[in-house]
């Protein structure tokens, strides 16, 4: 496989990069894991006997009216990238050393030789950031900064080795770039996720490129496949395949530009209505000392003024002290039976509940089982946020589908040796579901 130059993306985007990307760049140590994300297809087209939606009135400006701001230039476009891999071409071995030695300069705590086998590794690719200085072509000073990295197609997740940008090149914005064209390509490679093992050094650099500590891939995906580094943490970042990495700055401008239209097109007339004072008696035959909740948002919703501008009752009461404390009590409770439930994917003999069971190779399942349940449907159930109120709820559905494990494989198997031992560990850590 020859080396190639990534050309800048020709796929027109909506947004653009600021040019000030300012971050740590410091060489990164680390090791990868993640999870499957998938899409689901849009909805078929209506059908053409339905009705034709109504013609806006004359006065009503369309989208043919709306002339839209000329993008401004991406900044990526004029920077010089490659991936770079072990195909014993001459240009791809010069880089693959120079990338080699930038990684044992940045790197110093990182043995050489490791460095070395893992660069050099078929199975490792490597995204470098090259230098448009003819006179550094094919030499080490052509390579700026680079990203080594392991993807793993079937688990859809990549593992990133090693990350740096040479001492000459820092605080120029190169390690935000660096890592925002690695996830633009990992996107053409399927990749759903970006795992590495950071070091206490490199934590606030990854937290800066959208990496978070909370790994929402159950351990057994990728344990085994990548290398667990003492000292190291492990973070986990999303790669959305429909986002452009490149201009994110300006995609949020445009939001927030969108959204401040939005609220002067809504208060455009309303702003300019002066309300005369409240009367005397305004509050005359109304309980004015009661501090209950809704009582002080119908008084606040009588005041003329305030339902013109747009409030109502539902948004008078989520602004109470009850409903702020409620919305805190449900974000505690979803996160700590996530937590729980993510203890139990964790166990080894956990393997056989993570996902629904296969009722296409397991024809008869349903027959024995009438309420089927696994750890994958209860985390499903968990985000949505309606199902279980407590945390005894989700005990309960756990030995469920202990029991119905139990219930149709019967003694003697793998599979009800797990159950067994997944319902003995979850008798350990019931008091857990009682807090």
Same mark, same amino acid.
């Given at each position: 496989?020859?080396?190639?130059?990534?050309?800048?993306? #020709?796929?027109?985007?909506?947004?653009?990069?600021?040019?000030?990307?300012?971050?740590?760049?410091?060489?990164?140590?680390?090791?990868?894991?993640?999870?499957?994300?998938?899409?689901?297809?849009?909805?078929?087209?209506?059908?053409?006997?339905?009705?034709?939606?109504?013609?806006?009135?004359?006065?009503?400006?369309?989208?043919?009216?709306?002339?839209?701001?000329?993008?401004?230039?991406?900044?990526?476009?004029?920077?010089?990238?490659?991936?770079?891999?072990?195909?014993?071409?001459?240009?791809?071995?010069?880089?693959?050393?120079?990338?080699?030695?930038?990684?044992?300069?940045?790197?110093?705590?990182?043995?050489?030789?490791?460095?070395?086998?893992?660069?050099?590794? #078929?199975?490792?690719?490597?995204?470098?950031?090259?230098?448009?200085?003819?006179?550094?072509?094919?030499?080490?000073?052509?390579?700026?900064?680079?990203?080594?990295?392991?993807?793993?197609?079937?688990?859809?997740?990549?593992?990133?080795?090693?990350?740096?940008?040479?001492?000459?090149?820092?605080?120029?914005?190169?390690?935000?770039?660096?890592?925002?064209?690695?996830?633009?390509?990992?996107?053409?490679?399927?990749?759903?996720?970006?795992?590495?093992?950071?070091?206490?050094?490199?934590?606030?650099?990854?937290?800066?490129?959208?990496?978070?500590?909370?790994?929402?891939?159950?351990?057994?995906?990728?344990?085994?496949?990548?290398?667990?580094?003492?000292?190291?943490?492990?973070?986990?970042?999303?790669?959305?395949?429909?986002?452009?990495?490149?201009?994110?700055?300006?995609?949020?401008?445009?939001?927030?530009?969108?959204?401040?239209?939005?609220?002067?097109?809504?208060?455009?007339?309303?702003?300019?209505?002066?309300?005369?004072?409240?009367?005397?008696?305004?509050?005359?035959?109304?309980?004015?000392?009661? #501090?209950?909740?809704?009582?002080?948002?119908? #008084?606040?919703?009588?005041?003329?003024?305030?339902?013109?501008?747009?409030?109502?009752?539902?948004?008078?009461?989520?602004?109470?002290?009850?409903?702020?404390?409620?919305?805190?009590?449900?974000?505690?409770?979803?996160?700590?039976?996530?937590?729980?439930?993510?203890?139990?994917?964790?166990?080894?003999?956990?393997?056989?509940?993570?996902?629904?069971?296969?009722?296409?190779?397991?024809?008869?399942?349903?027959?024995?089982?009438?309420?089927?349940?696994?750890?994958?449907?209860?985390?499903?159930?968990?985000?949505?946020?309606?199902?279980?109120?407590?945390?005894?709820?989700?005990?309960?559905?756990?030995?469920?589908?202990?029991?119905?494990?139990?219930?149709?494989?019967?003694?003697?198997?793998?599979?009800?040796?797990?159950?067994?031992?997944?319902?003995?560990?979850?008798?350990?850590?019931?008091?857990?579901?009682?807090?």
């Amino acid at each position: 496989m020859s080396d190639e130059e990534v050309q800048p993306s #020709r796929k027109k985007r909506k947004l653009s990069q600021d040019d000030a990307e300012a971050t740590d760049e410091a060489g990164l140590s680390s090791s990868v894991a993640a999870t499957t994300a998938q899409e689901e297809d849009e909805s078929s087209s209506p059908e053409s006997s339905q009705e034709a939606p109504a013609p806006p009135p004359p006065d009503t400006p369309t989208m043919k009216d709306t002339k839209l701001p000329p993008r401004p230039p991406n900044v990526y476009d004029s920077i010089r990238r490659a991936i770079v891999i072990n195909d014993n071409t001459r240009t791809n071995l010069i880089r693959l050393i120079g990338l080699k030695s930038l990684f044992a300069r940045q790197l110093p705590k990182m043995p050489k030789e490791y460095i070395a086998r893992l660069v050099f590794d #078929r199975r490792h690719k490597s995204l470098a950031i090259l230098s448009s200085d003819p006179s550094k072509k094919d030499c080490d000073d052509e390579i700026i900064g680079g990203i080594c990295y392991r993807a793993y197609p079937e688990m859809r997740f990549a593992e990133i080795a090693f990350c740096a940008v040479s001492a000459s090149q820092q605080v120029k914005g190169y390690g935000t770039k660096l890592m925002n064209l690695l996830k633009m390509h990992a996107v053409t490679e399927g990749i759903d996720f970006l795992i590495t093992y950071a070091d206490n050094y490199a934590i606030g650099y990854f937290k800066k490129q959208g990496f978070t500590k909370a790994v929402t891939m159950p351990k057994g995906r990728y344990q085994g496949l990548i290398k667990d580094y003492d000292g190291g943490t492990i973070m986990e970042c999303y790669v959305h395949p429909s986002i452009d990495f490149t201009r994110v700055p300006e995609m949020i401008e445009a939001q927030r530009e969108f959204i401040l239209q939005r609220i002067r097109a809504g208060t455009a007339k309303s702003d300019k209505v002066v309300y005369p004072p409240l009367p005397p008696d305004f509050y005359a035959g109304q309980d004015v000392k009661s #501090r209950a909740e809704k009582g002080a948002a119908e #008084r606040a919703l009588a005041i003329p003024g305030v339902a013109e501008a747009g409030w109502t009752m539902a948004d008078l009461m989520a602004s109470t002290r009850d409903a702020k404390d409620s919305d805190k009590k449900k974000h505690q409770l979803k996160s700590d039976m996530l937590a729980l439930v993510s203890k139990v994917q964790d166990q080894q003999y956990s393997w056989c509940f993570r996902d629904p069971v296969d009722t296409n190779e397991v024809k008869d399942y349903l027959d024995v089982v009438t309420d089927p349940i696994d750890l994958k449907t209860m985390e499903k159930r968990i985000r949505r946020g309606d199902w279980y109120k407590t945390k005894h709820m989700l005990f309960s559905d756990m030995m469920k589908m202990v029991n119905n494990c139990k219930l149709y494989n019967g003694e003697g198997n793998t599979y009800y040796d797990c159950a067994v031992s997944l319902e003995k560990y979850l008798a350990s850590i019931s008091p857990m579901f009682t807090e």
